[in-house]
C-alpha cells in the first residue's frame, strides 16, 4: 500500500461519553467529533452495493468510541448471542493494531448490538474475548432487539461502541500517539452483500484481516 492510500483521523477528546445513552452520545458526537465515511468498494465485481455508511469518532478517558450511521437496503439480524456469526448479520466493524505486541484486535457489532471480538495474529489465529470482556464494551443500538431479515427495504439505522483502551493493549497513562485501524460495513448473508471499508484495502477478494491496510488514528490530548 503507498502512502497516498493511508488515510488518517484526528481523534479529539470528549468528555464523558461513557455515561451517555444514544441520544445523548449522538448528538455530542454530531457536534464534537471527527466524521469519516466507510465507502471504499474495494470489490465492485464481486459485491457491488455500496449502503451509506458514516462514522464518527473520539476518545475519552478510558475509551475510545465510535458511532455509525448506516442507510441501505435490507435488515438482517439472526446473532442473538455474543461471538456469533456477526459479520453474515448488517454489521459495522472496528479494527485496531495492538501498538505493543504487532497483533490486532475485531470488534463486530451487529445492528442490534451483538457483538464479536478477539485478539488476533491472523484471520485464523484468534482469541476471541471472553463474556466479561465482551461486557466491559459499551454499546448502542437504534433497533429493537429481535430477530430481523428482510430484504429489498430501505433501512437507517445507528449502532455505537465505546471500547476501553486496555481491551485493545494500552495501559493507562500511556496513550499512544497514533494507532492504525480501520472501519468497515459488511453483511455477508443480506440480500445484497457488501463489504466496505474505510481505508482501501489491496486485495483480490474480500478480506478485512489485513492490517497491512489500516489507516492511522492520532489521538489528539
Known amino acids: 500500500m503507498t502512502k497516498d492510500m493511508i488515510k488518517t483521523i484526528k481523534v479529539p477528546f470528549i468528555s464523558g461519553l461513557a ?26 465485481a464481486v459485491a457491488p452495493y455500496s449502503p451509506d455508511c458514516n462514522g464518527a469518532l473520539a ?9 455509525f450511521h448506516v442507510r441501505g437496503l435490507d435488515l438482517r439480524a439472526t446473532a442473538m ?11 459495522c466493524e472496528f479494527f485496531v493494531s495492538d501498538p505493543a505486541d504487532g497483533t490486532y484486535y475485531n470488534f463486530e457489532l451487529t445492528c442490534i448490538g ?24 459499551i454499546r448502542h443500538s ?3 432487539r429481535k430477530l430481523w431479515d428482510v430484504s429489498d427495504k430501505v433501512y ?32 455477508d448473508l443480506t440480500a445484497h452483500p457488501h ?14 484481516h489485513r492490517p497491512d491496510s489500516f489507516g492511522r488514528l492520532v489521538l489528539e490530548r
Open 156 to 187: 437507517c439505522w445507528t449502532v455505537a461502541m465505546l471500547v476501553p483502551f486496555d481491551l485493545i493493549g494500552i495501559e493507562e497513562g500511556k496513550l499512544p500517539e497514533i494507532l492504525r485501524a480501520n472501519f468497515y460495513k459488511c453483511g
Open 114 to 137: 451483538s457483538l464479536l471480538a478477539s485478539k488476533r495474529k491472523s484471520r485464523n489465529e484468534k482469541t476471541d474475548f471472553q463474556a466479561g470482556q465482551l461486557e466491559r464494551v
Open 19 to 44: 455515561g451517555m445513552d444514544l441520544e445523548m452520545l449522538d448528538l455530542m458526537m454530531e457536534k464534537h467529533a471527527a466524521k469519516f465515511a466507510v465507502c471504499e468498494c474495494n470489490w465492485p
Open 81 to 91: 448471542e455474543d461471538n456469533g456469526n456477526s459479520w453474515e448479520d448488517s454489521c
Open 59 to 67: 476518545r475519552t478517558e478510558g475509551h475510545l468510541a465510535v458511532v
Open 195 to 208: 463489504f466496505l471499508s474505510w481505508n482501501p484495502i489491496v486485495s483480490p477478494s474480500p478480506d478485512f
Open 142 to 144: 437504534s433497533l429493537e
